[in-house]
């Protein structure tokens, strides 16, 4: 049974009203019908508490892994154009004829999900991604939780000027990571005064990673964008998204921290461009500092430094301003106590015996070489055994069993020994719950190939598990099992049953060929393309399909599909 929670700070309660942070459990506002509602448990371990953001790829909720006893950020993946929530409070439906578009999204999710997982290890400012399982027809993402406010919420309660020697001390971990995010393929095209977060420790972490389709205008879900920080290329259409967008980001981040002004939003710098120098909006602001910040703020990318390594390393080739401390106040003091040394009358020294010297720097050394005589004649006939006290009585007794058994047959005793010695050996461990998880992930997981034996995978058609992933297991999670025990993980081959749908979208567009193939083939459909030519279409649109349109194919029996497309 569930402990009685507070739904904001996730404490144990006795009452409905929190005694820590003031939260009332039963206001009407916990509980909103797209949702889930407080206290529900997903993954069968992560109990949800309120909401704290929402945008058009989902909601993060804060949360509490009843496993591991710790609080956790629980992402839901949650498109609202595209699904909607069941009667049940619980499981997304997706919209009628947006299955493929939901389905790309959902493989982005997931991907993205796994990398912020692999970046677990790495010394960063993210917050660290733990584990990524299915739900409710849906996908949840586990973040680490810490206790912060986020910069603009800083920024509000410490006005004043923050010099750029403090700037640049507190944004360097902040840089390193957009860098290691950049190299690694990942665009964040969020960041901003409200995805960093400032710590107590005054650290910055960072959050908000999130698919391409919610960092701009005119995608399948509906965008979130920060005024003053999003490039303008976010705001237009068919422009490249890169390194460069996050520049620009981080310029806008450090332009509002020394001017104290944010930006004035991308869109409208186009039609007219009221960002001034820095330099000019604070003068205290070193020329070099402003240069570089303003190129990051360019408006065409073309003219914008083109990674984020070249705007650290440009701003951080330019040194804090320290200012020279003078000593010359301290000299007359030290001038002062130095003639007062000179004027102290000395006083009488008095000197111990020359036989009380000797037996002072002797005695040291006596005891030392003593010491190290005792060692080099006992210490050498003696063994250093470490006994578990746990497990001293039980050693005893085998030691006794062991010398009975030796004088009777040495042979079959020295057998038992080595025998009892492997067995010694071998630790308990306890199993995850792979449930939800992905099978390739496990099974190439160090954590887990070490402690258990992975026999081969029995697939099963399963409609609300993703192909790949793990929807049984042999061994329940929790046991307690031999290191070495053989799990069989029972995989998902996806749905048995597969609709073929429309080739356009819910307003009447047609679907690219390239997202239709890879909807289909993420319903384990083997899918291949041949062009034809058809007056009727344009080239590189879908002409038709063999089997046709509302199709339903039992993948038991077959799975092939043939598209043809204009050329």
Not at 36 to 44: N, Q, R, S
Not at 122 to 149: G, H, K
Not at 360 to 386: C, D, K, T, W
Not at 470 to 493: D, F, N, R, W
């Amino acid at each position: 049974m569930m402990e009685n929670r507070c739904f904001r700070c996730m404490r144990v309660i006795e009452t409905e009203t929190c005694p820590y942070c003031g939260h009332d459990n039963t206001a009407p506002e916990n509980t909103w019908p797209s949702l889930l509602a407080p206290g529900t448990v997903v993954g069968k371990r992560y109990q949800i508490g309120i909401a704290l953001d929402r945008n058009g790829e989902g909601v993060s909720y804060i949360g509490y892994d009843t496993a591991l006893q710790r609080r956790i950020r629980l992402r839901e993946f949650f498109p609202s154009t595209l699904a909607h929530r069941a009667e049940n409070g619980a499981t997304i439906l997706v919209n009628p004829g947006c299955e493929v578009q939901y389905k790309a999204l959902m493989t982005d999710f997931v991907e993205l999900s796994r990398q912020m997982i692999a970046l677990r290890t790495q010394e960063s400012s993210l917050l660290r991604a733990f584990d990524v399982f299915t739900d409710n027809a849906t996908i949840y993402t586990v973040y680490e939780d810490v206790e912060c406010v986020t910069l603009a919420s800083y920024l509000s309660e410490h006005v004043g000027d923050f010099s750029w020697a403090q700037v640049r001390k507190l944004f360097r971990p902040l840089f390193d990571t957009v860098v290691m995010l950049n190299e690694r393929g990942i665009i964040h095209r969020g960041i901003s005064t409200d995805t960093i977060l400032v710590t107590p420790e005054m650290t910055l972490r960072l959050k908000g990673v999130c698919t391409a389709a919610v960092r701009a205008i005119n995608s399948e879900v509906k965008p979130e964008l920060f005024d003053g920080y999003a490039a303008p290329e976010q705001y237009e259409k068919c422009k490249g998204h890169g390194e460069w967008t996050d520049v620009y980001a981080l310029s806008a981040v450090m332009y509002r921290v020394l001017s104290g002004v944010t930006p004035q939003r991308a869109d409208l710098r186009m039609q007219e461009d009221r960002v001034f120098p820095l330099s000019l909006q604070k003068p205290s602001v070193a020329p070099e500092v402003s240069d570089v910040i303003m190129n990051g703020l360019a408006l065409s990318y073309d003219h914008r430094i083109r990674s984020v390594r070249a705007l650290r390393d440009q701003l951080y080739a330019i040194p804090a301003a320290f200012r020279q401390i003078q000593l010359d106040d301290d000299e007359p003091e030290q001038k002062k106590k130095t003639a007062k040394q000179k004027n102290e009358v000395p006083r009488e020294k008095h000197k111990l015996p020359v036989w009380l010297i000797v037996v002072l720097v002797s005695l040291p050394i006596m005891l030392i070489l003593f010491f190290a005589a005792y060692i080099l004649v006992l210490g050498g006939n003696q063994r250093e055994i470490y006994v578990n006290p746990s497990s001293e009585s039980q050693i005893e007794s085998s030691v006794e069993e062991s010398s009975e058994e030796s004088d009777d047959n040495p042979d079959e005793t020295s057998s038992k020994q080595e025998s009892s010695k492997e067995s010694q050996t071998i630790a308990n461990v306890s199993v995850d719950n792979f449930v939800g998880k992905f099978y390739d992930d496990i099974v190439s997981a160090k954590v887990y190939t070490d402690n258990f034996k992975f026999t081969e995978k029995k697939e099963v058609f399963d409609d609300n598990a993703e192909i790949g992933m793990i929807v049984e297991q042999s061994i329940e999670a929790g046991s307690t099992v031999p290191m070495g025990t053989e799990i069989e993980l029972t995989v998902s081959k996806g749905p048995q049953y597969v609709d073929l749908p429309p080739f356009t979208d819910n307003s009447g567009n047609p679907i690219d060929a390239a997202s239709y193939r890879e909807y289909l083939e993420s319903q384990g459909l083997s899918v291949t393309i041949k062009t034809v030519s058809d007056p009727d279409h344009e080239a590189g649109e879908i002409v038709s399909m063999d089997p046709d349109v509302g199709t339903r194919i039992d993948r038991s029996k077959t799975s092939s599909v043939t598209i043809y497309v204009a050329k």
